[in-house]
Structure formats: structure tokens, C-alpha cells
């Protein structure tokens, strides 16, 4: 049984979400057309471990009444922990660029635009950055204008920056104090060579780069069950394509119940898998509507995790 690419991203994600050695996620939240973020944050839910989870696209139950206005009130009292951002561009400082390319104001190719992403990138502690795109035209040496700046100068206020970036190719670490990003995980098929030969920006390379773990037939069996169920409302096209179209494993994407079956044993995937990781898809900044996209220890309350 194989994992879809969308699939890979998602465990990639949810691992991210509960790095050990990162400030605790208790409170996550999720912008609009996000569904690779918002997947990976129901896995990390349904796998056992009681985050927050707050999706500003939800269609029912959404805990915001009024939208990103909310969204930006918690973020500035600061009671959110981990938010989600894209770029069009996104440079070797963490530079996000969601105006367009070419001179102000973007005159070259156009992008949906900022909107939130400078006050969430600088107001959370931590932001996970993905794009499933990855090119020398999205991954550039430097972003052509910044919506959203990867580090600020000594006396700027700021609660964190990108813990990672997450693409169809690998998973990038960020030193804020350096500025620059590590190659730290590849995706299966993927080199060192090759992520270099498509990435505009130079980067380091952990001396222990590993690959990202294939889910196995559990964890798929969660995503495909439970977790698809979450977010069919939300994301009926992108579960139609990943989790509908993808072959389920007995008693798994068939109905809730099934995937529940294998949720234990899915959520023991997510935390070994992480355990030998180092440390998402997208032109979506996460906060408004746009076209596009973007290690984990096991929770002690649960001992199925390991």
C-alpha cells in the first residue's frame, strides 16, 4: 500500500507539531485553504494528544464568530502557539513573498496578497512554512517583495519565526540566529544533489539527513478514516483526491469506524517515525483564501504512542 505525496506532507507535519525540543503547541490554528495543515493537525488530535485546534475555514463549529479579527486578537494575547504560512516566493531567511513578482507592487505575476501573514509570522512562536512546489521559482535566493520577514532587527518585537519548511521534495529546519536554513530530511526518491539543483537559496545540510518515513498501512488507515471524516466538510475536493482516491486498507476509509481501528497503531506511527526525524504546500498564506499550498515525541498521557 502506497502513501499519496499529500500524505507524506501531512506526517512530515504532524511529526513538526510535536518536536520535543520546540515551545509546546497547545493551542494550533489552521487559515483558510490549508487542508495539508489542517490534516496533520487532526492526525496529531486524533492520535491522543489534546491540542487546541482552531480552523478559521470550518464550515460548522467554527470557534470564530468573526473571522480573522478573532484570530488575530488571540494570536496578539498571545494564545496561539503554532499557526501555518505559504509563500509565492519564499527565500533563505524565511522571507515570504505573497504580493508578486517583479518591482512594487508586484507588476510581474500576482499573488492573492499579505493579508495577516506579517503580524501572524512575527506574533506567533512558532510557524511551520510549506510549499509542495519545489523550484528555483518558488525556493529563490530572494524574495522579490516581502509580505512577511523571516528575521528582524535587534529591538523588533517578535515571538518566533519558522521552526521549518515542509515541500514535496524535503523538510528544511530554520536558525533564526543564523538566518539560514538546514537540510535536515528527504523525501523518499529524493538527494541531496537534487533538492540543491531546485532550491534558488544556499542552505546547510545536518550531517545526518535522513528520510522521511513512509506512513504505514495504521497511520494511513487513520488518515484515511477518522481524520478524512474531520475534514470532508471543509475540504471536500482535496479529501475526494487524496483520501478518497487513494486505496484504503481494510475497514479503513470506508466510514469512521474502520479507520478508528487502526488509530492506535496510526498515532505509533506518527511518534517513531519522528523519533529519528530531525526536525507544507504552498502560495497559501494561511490567513486569507488563495490558490495553492504548505520531531515528534509521543504524548506521555498515552501509552499507546509508545
Excluded at 482552531?54 to 467554527?62: F, Q, V
Excluded at 530530511?185 to 513512509?214: H, W
Excluded at 487524496?242 to 479503513?252: E, H
Aim: include cysteine.
Amino acid at each position: 500500500m502506497s502513501a499519496r505525496p499529500e500524505e507524506r506532507l501531512i506526517l512530515a507535519m504532524a511529526r513538526l507539531i510535536l518536536d520535543p525540543t520546540a515551545p509546546p503547541a497547545r493551542h494550533v490554528a489552521v487559515g483558510a485553504a490549508s487542508p495539508v495543515p489542517a490534516a496533520a493537525c487532526w492526525l496529531v488530535r486524533k492520535s491522543g494528544h489534546p491540542i487546541r485546534l482552531s480552523l478559521l475555514h470550518k464550515r460548522s463549529g467554527n470557534p470564530f464568530t468573526e473571522g480573522t479579527r478573532e484570530l488575530f486578537d488571540l494570536t496578539g494575547q498571545g494564545r496561539i502557539d503554532l499557526f501555518f504560512l505559504g509563500g509565492g516566493q519564499i527565500d533563505g531567511q524565511a522571507n515570504l513573498n505573497l504580493i508578486g513578482t517583479g518591482a512594487w507592487p508586484g507588476q510581474g505575476v500576482r499573488f492573492p496578497g499579505s493579508f495577516g501573514s506579517a503580524f501572524m509570522y512575527l506574533m506567533t512562536p512558532r510557524t511551520i512554512l510549506f510549499r509542495e512546489e519545489h523550484s528555483p521559482r518558488v525556493l529563490v535566493r530572494r524574495v522579490d517583495n516581502i509580505s512577511a520577514p523571516g528575521v528582524s532587527a535587534p529591538g523588533v518585537f517578535r515571538r518566533g519565526t519558522a521552526q521549518a519548511l515542509v515541500t514535496g521534495r524535503c523538510v528544511f529546519t530554520f536558525s533564526a540566529a543564523r538566518a539560514r536554513f538546514t537540510l535536515a530530511q528527504l523525501m523518499p526518491g529524493e538527494t541531496v544533489e537534487g533538492v540543491r539543483a531546485e532550491t534558488g537559496f544556499d542552505f546547510d545540510v545536518a550531517p545526518d539527513v535522513t528520510e522521511v518515513p513512509e506512513p504505514d498501512a495504521a497511520a494511513l488507515a487513520l488518515l484515511r478514516g477518522p481524520v478524512r471524516d474531520e475534514m470532508r466538510e471543509t475540504y471536500p475536493e482535496f479529501c475526494a483526491r487524496v483520501f478518497d482516491g487513494a486505496s484504503a486498507p481494510d475497514g479503513g476509509a470506508k466510514g469512521g469506524g474502520g479507520g478508528a481501528r487502526g488509530g492506535a497503531e496510526g498515532a505509533r506511527q506518527v511518534a517513531l517515525a519522528g523519533k529519528a526525524a530531525v526536525g507544507g504546500d504552498a502560495g497559501d498564506g494561511g490567513v486569507a483564501p488563495q490558490q495553492g499550498a504548505g520531531a515528534v515525541q509521543p504524548a506521555a498521557r498515552d501509552p499507546a504512542l509508545g
